[in-house]
């Protein structure tokens, strides 16, 4: 099963604009972690933003904050005052905060299919 | 501030070669990820260390194994390479497995 999914394959904005990128995640972890990463075409992948699931406010940096909605399983990214370098692949991705008998938490990454942004000027 | 090193940027090799990708976490963090993304998809996890040992294993294929060396840096070493090998593999670290992961630029490997 999908543990991650975003549903929009491609999403336009124009440049000023805001725009929200949607991801929901399927995990029965009561503890996990969700981040969002920038992948120019350039292709090297940039960290944005992160929410812990005990988190009690949505997480905020610079131009991006994450809408989180724990109760729906989402994770929507809102992106304000599109820039024309904003235009990129974005993937959500998830962690699951397991901790095994050595108290060692596996800490791997699962992406979404990810959503391509393109700002118009 | 010092980022992940990746080594080499492009690789270009034979069906049935072997390759050797090089990754330099950033300084002061004991856990390394290997992802593979091939062309179109999503990162895929391969295989994880902490503290020089294996915490975890993905969907590594047995031609591939990988190590992390006593300064923290790691090699992901692969045999008999396909044509389906060829992808970005992208290297993270973070300071333990529940701090973020920051990405290295990513290895371009091309298998001919």
């Known amino acids: 099963a999908q543990k991650i999914t975003q549903t929009q394959p491609g999403m336009f904005v124009q440049e000023k604009e805001a725009v929200t990128l949607d991801c929901t995640y399927d995990?029965?972890?009561?503890?996990?972690?969700l981040f969002w990463y920038k992948q120019p075409s350039s292709g090297e992948m940039i960290f944005l933003i992160y929410?812990?699931?005990?988190?009690?406010q949505n997480a905020t940096e610079g131009r991006y904050s994450l809408n989180f909605q724990k109760a729906r399983k989402s994770a929507n990214l809102v992106i304000s005052a599109s820039q024309l370098g904003d235009s990129a692949m974005y993937f959500c991705a998830m962690r699951e905060d397991f901790i095994n008998a050595g108290g060692t938490s596996y800490g791997k990454l699962t992406f979404g299919q990810g959503t391509i942004l393109t700002v118009h000027p | 501030a010092a980022g992940v090193i990746q080594s080499p940027r492009h690789l270009i090799k034979e069906k049935r070669e072997t390759a050797t990708l090089k990754c330099y976490p950033i300084?002061?963090?004991?856990?390394v990820y290997w992802y593979q993304q091939g062309p179109g998809q999503d990162p895929q996890f391969l295989i994880s260390f902490y503290e020089k040992m294996q915490s975890d294993k993905g969907s590594i294929p047995d031609r591939f194994s990988a190590q992390q060396f006593s300064d923290y840096h790691s090699e992901l070493n692969m045999s008999s390479l396909e044509l389906g090998d060829s992808a970005l593999y992208f290297c993270a670290s973070s300071a333990g497995a529940l701090d973020t992961q920051y990405f290295g630029p990513g290895t371009r490997l091309t298998v001919l």
């Open positions: 995990t029965s972890d009561p503890s996990y972690g």
């Open positions: 300084p002061r963090h004991d856990t």
């Open positions: 929410q812990g699931s005990y988190d009690q």
